[in-house]
Nanobody, 121 residues
């Protein structure tokens, strides 16, 4: 499965962006996630969604970000509202290699190349 992210860019604090992740193969039975890596920091899980649509979020984005998926189009989205400068990072889409319910973010999972999000203050 190849993943391609889009939708990143430069936005002012308080603004919104919608990230998209397009998969080359079926994601219907895969847990999916959005990760981010800020300069000088480790990659972290931002949001995850199971094949059944259950979601979980990092505390820092709860109430501001929403992950969703469209299995008919093999796509995953993340709506990001009320963006803060601290959200500046490269955002990666990931697909679990094995599980419909858990995304571990391991090297064995499928990863996109990332899309840059910059939030100015």
């Amino acid at each position: 499965v190849q993943l391609v992210e889009s939708g990143g860019g430069l936005v002012q604090a308080g603004g919104s962006l919608r990230l998209s992740c397009t998969a080359s193969g079926s994601i219907r039975l895969r847990a999916m996630g959005w990760y981010r890596q800020a300069p000088g920091k480790q990659r972290e899980l931002v949001a995850a969604i199971t094949s059944g649509g259950d979601t979980n979020y990092a505390d820092s984005v709860k109430g501001r970000f929403t992950i969703s998926r469209d299995n008919t189009k093999n796509m995953v989205y993340m709506q990001m509202n009320s963006l803060e400068p601290e959200d500046t990072a490269v955002y990666y889409c990931a697909a679990s290699r094995l599980s419909p319910t858990v995304i571990r973010g391991s090297p064995g999972d499928y990863w996109g190349q990332g899309t840059h999000v910059t939030v100015s203050s």
